[in-house]
């Protein structure tokens, strides 16, 4: 009887300390997720403030990086005349520029030219930059065997600037 006794004791403290390493190990993974999102979330809120202070746009949403040999940060929204615009800022320097989406493709638009002309997997982001003082949209994609696929589209007419197949 004592021996049983004993014995739930010990499972009951071998339960609790997996509990405890379960619960631990969570909140760390919560912890470490939070962290590795602050620079994303950091950099989304500097854009919208720059859309706005410099850019006139009151309803900055719809944040996308562009990463090439210079990284952009670009959101979208509204000028203070009301027409849909794209704000495009230079990570490094600031440097703000202004796109007006009737003088080219929107990000939707692109989308469905790639989705129509690649039939991607998966499109794995898209993203609005400049290339050579021109404005072009970054998109990369898993094409049908899985491979990354990447192009850059000119932005005032969809054209193709870059392609890369099968990374």
Known sequence: MQRQQHRRKNWSQIILWIVLAVALLVGSGFIVLHEALRPAKTAASQTVAIAKQKAGVNDAHGFMTYNRQQSYYAVR??????????????????????????????KSAILDQVWRTQKPQKVTNIGLGLRHGQPVWEVSYLNQRGNLCYMLLRYKDGSTAQAIQNL
């Not at 929204?77 to 929107?106: C, E, F, I, M, W």
């Open 77 to 106: 929204g509204h000028n203070k005349k009301k027409h849909p615009v794209y704000v495009v800022v230079a990570k490094s320097t600031g440097h703000v520029t202004t796109l007006r989406q009737r003088d080219g493709k929107s």
